[in-house]
Every structure is written in structure tokens, then in C-alpha cells.
């Protein structure tokens, strides 16, 4: 199933699409400026969606449980990636993590598949558990 907002809509609200096991694909418009905490907790076949460019934080639990997702692509206006936003996305095996970004939550990948972790150089704060659960094999500090 396909979902997407109109254009000139600026916020997604909190928890809007909890729990929408059938939403596979969710296209944000660029007028999208603010997203709600657990906006899409346990879509469960979620796959695709792209993320506003001008975001600067990835809301708590924002794709908590999301358990199809294999990848995502993080704006690089991206600074914080909050607590538990991608907490239980057994099947995320790949993300970027780029310079800019200077926190990593507490348990922000926990039980993933992420198997090889680069730390920006820009990172200041990874919270407790951030990578718990992962089949990492290496992770890289950038200097």
C-alpha cells in the first residue's frame, strides 16, 4: 500500500500511521518541515520512504519495529538521530551515517542488521545501547 501527504502539508503528527501494517511506501513533499515523534512505529512491510532534506532530527521511535525496512537514505541536514528511531528494524542492514550528524540516541539501531558502523568525526553523544542487537563487525571512528 502506498500513502503520501500532499504537498504544503509542513507536519507529520505523532503516531499518524502507527501500526499500519499494510503501508509499504510513504512519499513526504518538500514542504514537510516537522515530523511527530512515532510517526511510523511498527508500519511493518514499510520499505521506502524519503525523508525531508531540511530535517535536523529523526524523531523518538520514529520507525521503531519497522521491520521490513532495509535501508534508508538520511538527509544531510541531519544532526540527531533520537532515542529508539530505528529500535527493532531487523531487516535495516545499510545507513549512511554522514558529517553533520552529532547525536546518536540511546538504542537509535538497536536490534538491526547493521554489520559495518562509520562514526562521523562531527559525533559528540552516542547514547547507551545505541548499536545493541546488531551482527557488527566493525565499527570505524572518522577522525
Request: glycine share 8%.
Amino acid at each position: 500500500m502506498f500513502g503520501s501527504l500532499a504537498e504544503g502539508v509542513e507536519t507529520v503528527p505523532a503516531y499518524i500511521c502507527k501500526n499500519m501494517n499494510l503501508l509499504d511506501t510513504i512519499v513526504l513533499p518538500s514542504s514537510v518541515r516537522s515530523l511527530g515523534e512515532c510517526a511510523f512505529m511498527y508500519c511493518s512491510k514499510l520499505k521506502s520512504i524519503n525523508l525531508p532534506v531540511t530535517q535536523k532530527t529523526l524523531p523518538v521511535s520514529f520507525f521503531e519495529g519497522c521491520t521490513s525496512l532495509e535501508s534508508i537514505e538520511l538527509p544531510a541536514t541531519l544532526t540527531t538521530i533520537s532515542t529508539d528511531a530505528f529500535y527493532g528494524c531487523t531487516k535495516l542492514a545499510n545507513v549512511n551515517l554522514h558529517e553533520g550528524i552529532t547525536t546518536i540516541g540511546l538504542r537509535a539501531f538497536c536490534n538491526c542488521k547493521l554489520t559495518k558502523v562509520t562514526i562521523p568525526s562531527t559525533v559528540t553523544s552516542i547514547g547507551g545501547g545505541a548499536f545493541k542487537g546488531n551482527p557488527t563487525t566493525s565499527i570505524v571512528w572518522k577522525p
